[in-house]
T-cell receptor
Framework: GENVEQHPSTLSVQEGDSAVIKCTYS??????FPWYKQELGKGPQLIID?????GEKKDQRIAVTLNKTAKHFSLHITETQPEDSAVYFC???????????FGTGTKLQVIP | GAGVSQTPSNKVTEKGKYVELRCDPI?????LYWYRQSLGQGPEFLIY????????DSGLPNDRFFAVRPEGSVSTLKIQRTERGDSAVYLC????????????FGPGTRLLVL
């Protein structure tokens, strides 16, 4: 089955700095890569996703890059704010009606 | 509009008891997924419904776990003879279809088996 590794497990940054979270996956057939943000006591919330025919996608302060050859994708958050503090999960899917396999999560702390 | 809702939000039960967890998906979403999240881990897939039928139940850990979606909307996850190791947050997600395949998650049910 699919195996998703995520690093780092914890990340502390000063407000205004950038944060980068990296993930690798094992199944080369995977073609859908969502990122979720989970706040304490809540369910995961989609923040951005990318499909295998795209190498990079941006949405305001958030960007995701994908390297299918290396089976590696990353989340970049610029100009971090305290409200960005949460646990972030990368995830991988074959797309369509397929289960999503999650990474182990990164706890991001933005220090004011 | 309303998101995915799950009830109860918290459930405490004793080892060996039976529990039912309910999920109300976003109206019009045909696909419904159940995941289980242990403390400090990412969600793990349990089962997926397309309409009324379970299209993929490969994530159910054993035959004590069962889920239904009789009318293609609300789903119930049923756990028989609960064990302490079943303690986790049970998350439900729904999606509109295959494209886009974005899964929207509910807040989860926190199950504690004593």
């Amino acid at each position: 089955g699919e195996n998703v590794e995520q690093h780092p497990s914890t990340l502390s940054v000063q407000e205004g700095d950038s944060a980068v979270i990296k993930c690798t996956y094992s199944d080369s057939a995977s073609n859908y890569f969502p990122w979720y943000k989970q706040e304490l006591g809540k369910g995961p919330q989609l923040i951005i996703d990318i499909r295998s025919n795209v190498g990079e996608k941006k949405d305001q302060r958030i960007a995701v890059t994908l390297n299918k050859t290396a089976k590696h994708f990353s989340l970049h958050i610029t100009e971090t704010q305290p409200e960005d503090s949460a646990v972030y999960f990368c995830a991988v899917s074959l797309g369509g009606y397929q289960k999503v396999t999650f990474g182990t999560g990164t706890k991001l702390q933005v220090i004011p | 509009g309303a998101g995915v809702s799950q009830t109860p939000s918290n459930k405490v039960t004793e080892k060996g008891k039976y529990v039912e967890l309910r999920c109300d998906p976003i109206s019009g979403h045909t696909a419904l997924y159940w995941y289980r999240q242990s403390l400090g881990q990412g969600p793990e897939f349990l089962i997926y419904f397309q309409g009324t039928g379970a299209a993929d139940d490969s994530g159910l850990p054993n035959d004590r776990f069962f889920a239904v979606r009789p009318e293609g909307s609300v789903s119930t996850l049923k756990i028989q003879r609960t064990e302490r190791g079943d303690s986790a947050v049970y998350l439900c997600a729904s999606s509109l279809g295959a494209s886009p395949e974005t899964q929207y998650f509910g807040p989860g049910t926190r199950l504690l088996v004593l």
